[in-house]
């Protein structure tokens, strides 16, 4: 029942929001380096969760969906181009199920698309002015300021870590981590634009960024179980994390866990650039985490999270009316373990 | 070894009062390692609590050195803000700039399909406002027309009990504030009350 609340909420409002995205992305020359290539992550098929929290958190403080489309469509086009940037810096091979756009196309090509749909969010938050009057638009771009710094700190984390192959960090480093680069864009943004735009500015935001938190923290421990253990419906590379030496949770768990001379193969293993990290390394490495039950221990500590996340979603959204769309929000919290 | 006649008892509680606050119960007690070992989901909401605090706190002071102030006060200046975004587009470089100047051409070149209309507004409806209160307060309504609006008690951001004397009657918004309700403000979401689908927000200002 609640699982069909989720994807039926996700279904309508990404369905919205896909009919507002062409208005934004405009056809031109040069067409087969820039303008054709700008729809194509929007156009994958995603689950347009981030788009849809912010309007069903909008809603269920009592806005409107015309107040919020415009921000969730801006949120919706750097999700998209941050993902193209992603891409590059994993040295990813798929989205999505397709060829990663740099791969499609080189990175010089790739980078210069994620850059323009970055560009291209900047439109609708500026037509907010028109739609919210200057003070809540105002507010609006000062949240989107701090999410954007929130994410780039998170990126700069996990990138620094690989590069200089860092060995000390430990499971709370990965969900500060995790919060700044997965939950505020995901989650906490989301949240607190839809609370904020429905109340101009007299929500308590601080609940959302809680309920957001283990929202996120809870949806991006599973998205890395995923990639180890992925289901049919799964879109990226299998062990693609082993190979960009991603420091996830259970990575950081098995070097804890592991013998001295296993530790020191490790690091030497994520020490190495991506394209010397072979099969028969990733089939240790994959082993060794499966000999230290690494996944289970994972995939508990985000059940941890996500039931965190169903207490502050209570707190959150004490003494609003019960609507389809707070219970949608709720409903998240369960469905990251069942999304494809 | 306990003597015949000695009566058993259990040591008092470390606490004096129901526990309410999660956070804390989660953060200070019952999460904690037991004789070392910890059970995955135990420790991801300890974990995450704490972390989540620190974070809190340095979001804070983010956030104050991003919005310079802006809650509370008059909208900034819009040039302030055009200056800001531009220099953002500055930051990104040449090219996303030449990027940037097409993308302008071709949509006024050739505008994209249009996106669905939003909702049309259906013929207002003026609501009297009736407030009971000792003190001036500030009420703001912010209603869309059609539908039956419906309200509930309006809840404080302060955790201070909730407005409950507050409904919808003979085409007027009632609101009574009792004399020692304390200051603050308090929101509470208006709802169809056919349909229970959202029509809009009712704000209340009491000024200390």
């Not at chain 1, 999700?79 to 989205?95: F, G, K, P, T």
């Not at chain 1, 739609?131 to 990126?155: H, K, N």
């Not at chain 2, 509680?13 to 070392?36: C, K, M, Q, V």
């Not at chain 2, 869309?144 to 404080?156: D, I, N, S, T, W």
Request: proline share 7%.
């Amino acid at each position: 029942m609640a699982d069909t609340l989720v994807s039926d909420t996700l279904a309508e409002y990404g369905a919205l929001i896909r009919a507002w995205l062409p208005e934004y992305l405009p056809k031109g020359e040069p067409a087969r380096w820039l303008y054709d290539l700008l729809p194509d992550y929007p156009n994958r098929g995603g689950k347009m969760m981030r788009p849809a929290l912010c309007l069903a958190a909008t809603r269920a403080f009592g806005g409107s969906i015309d107040q919020a489309i415009k921000s969730a469509v801006a949120l919706e086009l750097l999700h998209n181009a941050l993902l193209i940037h992603d891409d590059i810096q994993d040295e990813s091979e798929e989205r999505r199920g397709k060829p990663a756009l740099n791969a499609m196309l080189g990175v010089p090509l790739a980078l210069n698309v994620g850059d323009v749909l970055a560009l291209a969010s900047l439109r609708p938050l500026a037509e907010n002015l028109e739609t919210l009057g200057p003070r809540l638009a105002l507010a609006v771009y000062a949240e989107t300021e701090r999410m954007a710094w929130e994410s780039a700190e998170g990126q700069a984390l996990e990138l620094g870590w690989r590069r200089d192959n860092v060995e000390t960090v430990e499971e709370n480093d990965y969900l500060v981590m995790v919060m700044k680069k997965t939950c505020w864009l995901s989650t906490i943004y989301p949240l607190r634009l839809g609370a904020l735009i429905a109340t101009r500015g007299a929500a308590d935001l601080d609940a959302l960024t809680r309920l957001g938190f283990f929202l996120g923290a809870a949806f991006q421990i599973q998205d890395d179980i995923l990639n180890l253990e992925p289901d049919e419906k799964y879109g990226k590379e299998i062990n693609g994390d082993l190979y960009e030496g991603k420091r996830t949770l259970m990575l950081i768990r098995t070097a804890r866990a592991c013998e001295p001379e296993e530790r020191r193969r490790l690091f030497a293993f994520l020490g190495k650039p991506r394209v010397q990290r072979d099969k028969a390394e990733v089939a240790w490495l994959r082993e060794l985490m499966q000999r230290h039950d690494v996944i289970a221990y994972a995939r508990g500590v985000a059940r941890g999270l996500a039931g965190a996340a169903l207490h502050e979603w209570e707190i959150a959204f004490a003494g609003l009316p019960d609507s389809r769309d707070a219970r949608f929000i709720a409903g998240i919290a369960d469905w990251i373990f069942r999304r494809g | 070894m306990v003597h015949e006649g000695e009566r058993l008892h259990r040591p008092d509680p470390p606490r004096d009062r129901p526990i309410r606050d999660f956070p804390s119960y989660a953060r200070n007690n019952a999460w904690g390692p037991r004789d070392g070992r910890e059970d995955p989901v135990s420790q991801g909401v300890r974990l995450g609590y704490s972390v989540l605090d620190e974070q809190m706190r340095e979001g804070q002071r983010l956030a104050e050195r991003l919005r310079g102030g802006l809650r509370g006060q008059p909208p900034a200046d819009l040039g302030a803000l055009i200056e800001r975004a531009l220099n953002i587009y500055r930051d990104i470089g040449a090219l996303a700039f030449a990027a940037t100047e097409a993308l302008a051409r071709n949509t006024a070149r050739a505008p994209a399909q249009e996106p669905p209309p939003p909702p049309r507004a259906a013929p207002g409806t003026a609501y009297a406002f009736e407030v009971k209160s000792s003190r001036r307060v500030g009420v703001k309504l912010d209603l869309r027309p059609g539908g039956r609006p419906q309200v509930g008690a309006l809840q404080a951001l302060n955790g201070a009990p909730a407005i409950a004397g507050v409904g919808f009657k003979a085409g007027a918004l009632q609101l009574e504030i009792a004399d020692d309700q304390p200051d603050g403000v308090y929101n509470a979401v208006v709802v169809d009350a056919d349909s229970g689908e959202p029509l809009g927000t009712l704000t209340v200002r009491i000024p200390a």
